[in-house]
């Protein structure tokens, strides 16, 4: 029992002094630094940071010790900063990364994240993820972590970031998996949010086509259309995957801004028993892989799309009728405060315009629960001066979640 416990630990130290960089410097030098970096994301890549020319000792483990090691690893560390030591695993080699990929679950299952996909996935049905947004008004950055508050040592797990781009007639939220390289061409690119000229609607695109099993069902005339959508190499498409709307306040009322959200990636069916939410295993392609250049037949319809910011690949969405669509909740007004006010139990602890709590939209003929009606998907509030709590859950994903909140901080004077 002994030898057993000291060989776990003798893995546990070797991964990482690997994770740290000794060993294998000059092989991981340039790309380990890419992801060393304090503003990268905590979340282990889709493909391992590094290929050790040398692998070590425990690369040719038997699959069923490697598999019996990784599932005491995950078992044993659920929070951060020890769960780490999970991200560790899968960075020694191919074989360890498949085994770890097997063994983690979805945030849906465990309610923890782990790899890059974790912030497409849907979140937990029943406790949500804690997370919180730093605001960098002077580089017009926003910083997702992970957590309940900010840590006093600034050593919080970013999830995701993104920048305010402001144009002519439009404004982009550029978002990404680090904080510092928002190109459209970069590996880390996720996706965007774009706001008309008054703020009041906005669309989300996603960097890979949203996996909804009724968009394979439609007609092949459909099919013909998205095929065409090639995007320029290096450049990674763009797939509308929800709208939100902020109702304009015209009479100038006192009260909250009103919005709703339409989700054609995600299926009404979804919240109804039994029912699923889209959840995608992987990325459509590896990080640092080049897209595939656009055929000769397709050339100038990619060069149109690519000469025009405004055009974007899309697959098909969900008709409105079938799709999830989420609205706020209305809050109440207390006498006393002389405000509108919101239970956000204790996660929210600042008035602002910008607070919100999002549950589903549900017409008269489905049978949902009053419960599940009432059920807030996603909450977000302020706490303090740039620092917001965001908490989401099933069906929603980080990124939408994420993507949902940007919006709330574009300037809409006439909504409220």
């Not at 804690?130 to 960098?136: E, G, L």
């Not at 250049?293 to 050339?299: H, Q, T």
Request: aromatic share 8%.
């Amino acid at each position: 029992m002994r030898s057993t416990e000291m060989s776990f630990k003798s893995i546990v130290r070797e991964l990482r002094e690997m994770r740290d960089g000794i060993g294998n410097i000059s092989r991981r030098r340039a790309e380990g630094r890419h992801w060393r970096n304090r503003t990268r994301s905590h979340i282990a890549p889709d493909v391992a940071p590094f290929e050790p020319s040398e692998q070590g000792q425990w690369a040719n483990l038997p699959p069923e010790l490697l598999f019996d090691i990784i599932s005491r690893v995950e078992e044993s560390e659920t929070t951060w900063p020890a769960r780490k030591v999970v991200i560790f695993c899968a960075s020694v080699c191919k074989s360890w990364r498949e085994v770890t990929k097997e063994i983690v679950r979805t945030p849906e299952e465990c309610g923890r994240l782990t790899f890059p996909i974790s912030l497409k996935q849907p979140g937990p049905r029943e406790s949500p993820i804690h997370c919180f947004i730093k605001r960098d008004s002077d580089n017009s950055v926003y910083r997702l972590y992970f957590g309940l508050t900010p840590s006093e040592d600034e050593s919080d797990k970013l999830l995701l970031a993104a920048r305010r781009i402001r144009r002519a007639t439009s404004t982009d939220f550029v978002i990404s998996l680090v904080a510092d390289d928002f190109s459209r061409a970069s590996k880390t690119y996720l996706g965007k949010l774009r706001s008309n000229f008054l703020g009041t609607k906005f669309t989300i695109y996603d960097s890979q086509p949203p996996s909804v099993a009724s968009i394979q069902e439609r007609s092949q005339r459909s099919r013909r259309f998205c095929t065409k959508q090639v995007s320029v190499t290096g450049t990674a498409c763009n797939y509308i995957i929800a709208n939100i709307s902020y109702e304009l306040n015209v009479l100038r009322t006192r009260g909250p801004r009103r919005m709703h959200c339409v989700m054609h990636s995600i299926p009404f069916s979804s919240i109804q028993e039994g029912g699923s939410a889209p959840t995608p295993t992987s990325f459509p392609r590896s990080f640092g892989e080049k897209a595939s250049p656009p055929s000769v037949s397709d050339s100038k319809e990619t060069a149109k799309d690519a000469s025009s910011p405004s055009i974007s690949s899309s697959a098909v969405p969900l008709p409105l009728q079938e799709s999830l669509v989420l609205k706020n909740k209305s809050p109440r007004w207390h006498e006393q405060l002389q405000c509108w006010c919101l239970n956000f139990r204790g996660r929210v602890t600042v008035a602002s315009v910008k607070n919100f709590q999002l549950v589903a939209t549900v017409a008269s003929p489905h049978n949902i629960p009053a419960a599940e009606q009432e059920k807030v998907i996603l909450q977000f509030g302020k706490i303090g001066k740039d620092i917001f709590t965001m908490d989401y859950r099933y069906p929603l994903s980080a990124y939408q979640a994420f993507a949902i909140c940007l919006s709330s901080f574009d300037t809409k004077p006439v909504c409220e």
